[in-house]
């Protein structure tokens, strides 16, 4: 057995074989690998005995649950109303600079993505990021350079 | 009358079952409410809303489709808040639609045009969105092509997909304005689990899923001189084309379409349906030598029960779904092949032409009859055995473009040899045909009697219902059969790949035990084929299945075994069945594909 069938076994033991099933192991596949490999979602497929192209649009439901590789740490940073208002734009200008990369891509060394999300629920506080799970709020340019450079100590 | 409700529906009181929707009660009075999400086949979704009504009394419009009828409602189909909100919904899906009719294959047949037409709509109510999106058009699979830019997101292709054929080969995935029908990672439609079965194409409203159409080059070979264009017809298509050509349903039009395909220019005019005979023949003996091996021999590596082998969709399915269970199928190619690798070889040889210059052209009910048709497996003639698939629909459209009035040709017959068939092999084309077709020629050959059913017609192995058991005694066989005798002969029938899936799983279960399956892609059998005139529905396939029944029972031989063409081939070229020559050009072999 393959490093992820013996994961995906092992997250369906947990979380049983039916529909309800299906979230919890996308999540447990993510935190483990960071992305939802085409082998990760045809082994669910496999395992819940559902088709793999419904896996597959559960998976690009939720924009949590990624479909391509991803890096250590993934920025998301929201693009809805209250936060664009509030200069949110400049704060996805200035990642992209600071780390040379646009919205979708991965650094070289996979160690950012960057990625644009839907309200992140801190609009009386916006513009905010979230960094893997870690939610950065009131950004301004100069605070988000601030924040990387921590990240980059890391 | 405490199972009916009564409502008033523009101010005409209605009495329906309860449980019906609004739309179920208007359209029993005739009252025309528009849909696209809705398909009878098909669960309920109510996601497109172009059918909604207003219920006096009730702030927000509803859903007919999805609303039951009640007591005491009284709805209006046509006031001017529904006018406007029909309009308003339509014009919205145009405005994210390519709505480039005049380019599309579905146009002057597609329910979103066909809304718009009678809406009259001059003027955009809308910003055009379609320059800002990026659609991807799947063009790779030599059955079904996919256009994402003239998708409604109505999503009956992914409840036919689902509940009808258990594939789900297409889901939704994204959300929001990115919402779109995806195959696995929005892989090619070649490279996923898709069965090539054409039912989303025969239930999609728009040009979004549409047979890959091979028209023009078949008018290519039918002009160029060089060379011998061969069509065949098969079962189902008889029963169904005149639907194409404005006819209502159940018209037998066998006569008319090979008046027809005269007309269009081929060299000869010939019949799959011989060729199903000559399935039965192969079959039949290949299914007695396995029950042989299995009762006498004792072989433990003989696989029984047999299923049929000459739905292509079922083909392809068993070999995504049920690779271990591949023993289980017959070798026997479909008659399509059988047909390919006989007119190039026997055929061309009788009538003198160069195999290399003859064109083998079939028209098909099916979608995955073309895929079949480019299987590298499907060569043994040394050439491509069938060179061009058409659907019933695509032949449609070639009559209306060669200008024929389909209507006023006369009736003629199919050229010989190749031509000749028996009613055994016009079944072929309804659920449960194969099986009787081959009972009447097996039990024939064991016991040397007819089948003991009143004219022949096997009725338990008939109908609609998804999944059919039947069982026969054999009695009193001849001597080289005795290790039949009374032997219970246990067959199934199943339709609809969903049906397909669930006897499948009893058997690798072992909850039960058959000798003999049937198997159909498509609802109702090749008659409900994904290449069949659109629109289809139950009491459509109840009319063809009615047709190819009155076909059969009309025909002067019934059984495939008596058919003079088939006994000459025999005798003259291939032997008997399963000789070596057979195994050649007849049958074939199958490869495990992958799960997605
Ligand atoms: S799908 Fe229908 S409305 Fe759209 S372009 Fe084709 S014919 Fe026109
Ligand atoms: S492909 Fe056709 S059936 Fe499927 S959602 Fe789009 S318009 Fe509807
Ligand atoms: S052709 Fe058949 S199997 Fe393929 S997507 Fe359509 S309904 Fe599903
Ligand atoms: S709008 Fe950005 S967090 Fe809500
Ligand atoms: S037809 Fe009723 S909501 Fe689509």
Known sequence: MSEIETLVKELADKHGRKRESLIPILQGVVEKERYLSDEAMTEIARELDIAAAQVYGTATFYSFLDTVPRGKYVIRVCKTISCSMKNGNEVIKAISDILKIQVGETTPDKKFTLLEANCLGWCHKGPAMLINDTPYTELTPQKVREIIAEYNRK | MENMVKLKIDGVEVQVEKGKTILDAARSMNIHIPTLCHHEDLCVAGNCRVCVVEQVGTRNLVASCATPAADGMEIRTNSLKVRNARKHIIELLLSEHNADCTKCYKNGNCELQALASELKNTEHMFLDLVERKTFTVDMYSP???????????????????????????????????????????????????????????????????????????????????????????????????????????????????????????????????????????????????????????????????????????????????????????????????????????????????????????????????????????????????????????????????????????????????????????????????????????????????????????????????????????????????????????????????TNAKQVMQWVKEGKKSYHFIEIMACPGGCLGGGGQPIPTNAEIRAKRAEAIYREDAGKAIRKSHENPEIIAIYKEFLGEPLSHKSHELLHTHYVERNRY
């Open chain 2, 143 to 497: 059955s079904i092509i996919k256009d994402d830019s003239r998708c409604i997101r109505c999503q009956r292709c992914v409840r036919t997909c689902e509940e009808l054929q258990h594939v789900s080969a297409l889901g939704v995935a994204h959300k929001g304005d990115r919402m779109k029908i995806s195959t696995f990672f929005d892989r090619p439609m070649f490279e996923v689990v898709c069965t090539n079965c054409g039912q989303c194409v025969n239930r999609c409203p728009t040009g979004a899923l549409i047979e890959r159409n091979y028209i023009d080059e078949v008018w290519d070979a039918i002009y160029n001189e060089d060379k011998f264009v061969v069509v065949q017809t098969a079962p189902a298509t008889r029963v169904a084309l005149g639907e194409a050509l404005d006819l209502p349903p159940g018209e037998i039009v066998t006569g008319k379409m090979v008046a027809a395909l005269r007309r269009l220019g081929f060299n000869a005019v010939l019949d799959t349906d011989w060729s199903a005979d000559l399935t039965i023949m192969e079959e039949g003996t290949e299914l007695l030598t396995r029950l042989k091996k299995a009762l006498v021999d004792k072989d433990p590596n003989v696989a029984l029960p047999m299923t049929t082998s000459c739905s292509p969709g079922w083909i392809k399915f068993i070999e995504h779904t049920f690779p271990e269970m591949l023993p289980n199928v017959s070798t026997c190619k479909s008659p399509q092949q059988m047909f390919g690798a006989v007119a190039k070889t026997y055929y061309a040889n009788k009538v003198g032409v160069d195999p290399a210059k003859m064109v083998v052209v079939s028209i098909m009910p099916c979608t995955a009859k073309k895929f079949e048709a480019d299987r590298p497996e499907m060569r043994s003639s040394g050439y491509k055995d069938v060179d061009l698939v058409l659907t019933t629909r695509e032949l449609g459209i070639m009559i209306r473009q060669a200008g024929l009035d389909f209507n006023s040709l006369p009736d003629e017959d199919y050229d010989s040899v190749l031509g000749q068939s028996s009613g055994a092999a016009v079944i072929f084309g309804a659920t449960g045909g194969v099986m009787e077709a081959a009972l009447r020629t097996a039990y024939e050959i064991v016991t040397g009697r007819e089948v003991p059913f009143e004219g022949l017609n096997i009725t338990p192995v008939r109908g609609m219902e998804g999944v059919r058991e039947a069982s026969m005694e054999i009695k009193d066989t001849l001597p080289e059969w005795k290790f039949l005798e009374g032997v219970e002969l246990r067959t199934v029938v199943a339709h609809g790949l």
